[in-house]
């Protein structure tokens, strides 16, 4: 199988590329704008450009994927090539499956997009914890990023892009406001305890349709020093008020800011996915699945759905025709080899609620 990794010079493309290249039976190309396979997904050549490399998989790599359209996809299908991305715009995943149904049914291809940290690794979670369960009350995620993990442009881009902006929210039954990067809640992680702001990410739209029956659905980022995260919140307020900050252009030097704060960081990152409900006799409990993984080694996480994904396009397990988010296609054990191999340790409580 001919795969092509648009972005493959990228903080999460490459770790793609150098997971899937040890296969011999896969060709891997890395493509990006500059690199010796130049591809530009904004150029009004690149459907023909695309073409031309004849791939059977494309994997797209290039955020922010908040406003992007779905270029990208259409043009790999145009081309019979299956498509998964690693998207975490809220709109741009929830959309997907609707924009790129017909075409991909038409041409007989399977196209997911959110095969990342979220969707995909979250509701895995969530199917895992929820087994047995008889119903589900709230479902609260949270990711608490090691300071020294690379920091790609294109994450901070989407980051920046809500913060201080309303965010639709499942609380008590029914949609409700909060602000991006306030919100702020104390979360009880692995790494120790932080301080979680609001993201505005697709679980937050898709978690209450796939759920029913679910009344809170709420989703934190936790950084690890609480001068970041309190400078973030500021400006998230000024712009909640009203003032024109172009935050979302800041990203590079910000994140030279931000990096200042590296030797002085722990080593660990990690994630938290925790639900309340009603377990098989009836009593109201917390299920709670904790993760925890070395700081350098925390970006593989949001590459593990894409990678695990062309590897079963590549073997005799395809996943049927259509467009998806990605949900319900990966389960949490097919994550465990990679958990594994990357020293990424994941561990689950129980308690009454």
Known sequence: MHILVLGGSGNFGARIVRALQPDPTLRITAASRRGPVALDWQSPAFSQSLRALKPDLVVHCVGPFQGQDYRVAQAAI?????????????????????????????????????????????????????????????????????????????????????????????????????????????????????????????????????????????????????????????????????????????????????????????????????LVGQNAVGERTRRTWQLIAPASDGPEIPCMAAVLLARRMASARPVKSGAYACMGILRLVDFAPLFERWGIRTRIEECAA
């Not at 029913?212 to 609480?226: I, M, S, T």
Request: charged residues 20%; proline residues 6%; hydrophobic residues 50%.
């Open 78 to 274: 145009a081309a019979d090539a299956h498509y998964v991305d690693l998207a975490d715009g809220r709109e741009f995943v929830v959309g997907f499956p609707a924009a790129l149904q017909e075409p991909a049914l038409r041409h007989d291809r399977v196209a997911i997009s959110g095969a990342s940290t979220l969707p995909a690794l979250s509701s895995a979670v969530i199917d895992s914890l929820a087994e047995s369960m008889q119903s589900i009350e709230s479902i609260e995620v949270c990711i608490a990023p090691g300071q020294r993990a690379a920091r790609g442009e294109a994450t901070l881009t989407a980051v920046f892009s809500y913060l201080g902006r309303p965010i639709r929210l499942w609380r008590e039954a029914q949609w409700q406001r909060v602000w991006g990067w306030m919100d702020l809640r104390r979360m009880d992680l692995d790494v120790g305890h932080r301080w979680g702001a609001a993201c505005d990410v697709p679980d937050l739209t898709l978690f209450p349709e796939r759920y029913p029956g679910v009344r809170n659905v709420q989703f934190h980022a936790a950084l690890e020093f609480k001068l970041q995260h309190a400078a973030l919140w500021a400006l998230a307020s000024l712009r909640r008020a009203g003032l024109a900050l172009p935050v979302d252009r800041w990203a590079v030097g910000l994140n030279r800011l931000a990096a200042l704060f590296d030797p002085f960081a722990g080593p660990f990152g990690g994630m938290r996915v925790s």
